[in-house]
């Protein structure tokens, strides 16, 4: 069966400081791979997708950047984060396109 | 613009009746729609989908109902379980990968 990892669960970080948010998923090859985050009193909004390794789309400006340097495993990156960088951060993946996407656990991002 | 849109913030049902939670949309062109379930400090749980050509889909105690001509979709569980207390979000698709999400619903079952 597949199963969908992010870490860490919790990161609470400075502003102006670095980020790196860590998504992995087993039982499966060449996955479609999604970021989106959920602010507050708000719904999902995805923020990059990726088809296969180095593809990466943008949905949305914004401070973040995402990359995927191996098939499996997708990274979420800011070079200093903001206040507005809050939120829960939600991995997930699907076998193509237009198919059913299952999330990991996420991560809660609180910027101070 | 928000093309879906669950109305209802919150829902609190008694054990054993009914819940409803409703989702509306605005665009035509979505074929697909979909529920989560979500706990808090967890990511979305998949529940249940329907295809724009159905206009009902069972799985269990749940049940999705979509009325095209209304934009309209709702989530009927049947009967209700403390378990089920979550947010729950619906979710649409058009002829592409994206999916436009709800802000979600908090229901609450009551013991």
């Known amino acids: 069966s597949q199963t969908i990892h992010q870490w860490p669960a919790t990161l609470v970080q400075p502003v102006g400081s670095p980020l790196s948010l860590e998504c992995t998923v087993e039982g499966t090859s060449n996955p479609n791979l999604y970021w989106y985050r959920q602010a507050a009193g708000r719904g999902l909004q995805l923020l990059f997708y990726s088809v296969g390794i180095g593809q990466i789309s943008s949905e949305v400006p914004q401070n973040l950047s995402a990359s995927r340097p191996q098939d499996r495993q997708f990274i979420l990156s800011s070079k200093k984060l903001l206040l507005s960088d809050s939120g829960f951060y939600l991995c997930?993946?699907?076998?193509?396109?237009?198919?059913?996407?299952?999330f990991g656990p996420g991560t809660r991002l609180l910027v101070l | 613009d928000q093309q879906v849109k669950q109305n209802s913030p919150s829902l609190s049902v008694q054990e054993g009746r009914i819940s409803i939670l409703n989702c509306d949309y605005t665009n035509s062109m979505f074929d697909y729609f979909l529920w989560y379930k979500k706990y808090p400090a967890e990511g979305p749980t998949f529940l249940i989908s329907i295809s724009s050509i159905k206009d009902k889909n069972e799985d269990g105690r749940f049940t999705v109902f979509l009325n095209k001509s209304a934009k309209h979709l709702s989530l009927h569980i049947v009967p209700s379980q403390p378990g089920d207390s979550a947010v729950y979000f619906c979710a649409a698709i058009s002829g592409t990968y994206k999916y436009i999400f709800g802000t979600g619903t908090r229901l609450k079952v009551l013991a």
């Open positions: 997930a993946w699907s076998r193509a396109l237009q198919e059913t996407q299952y």
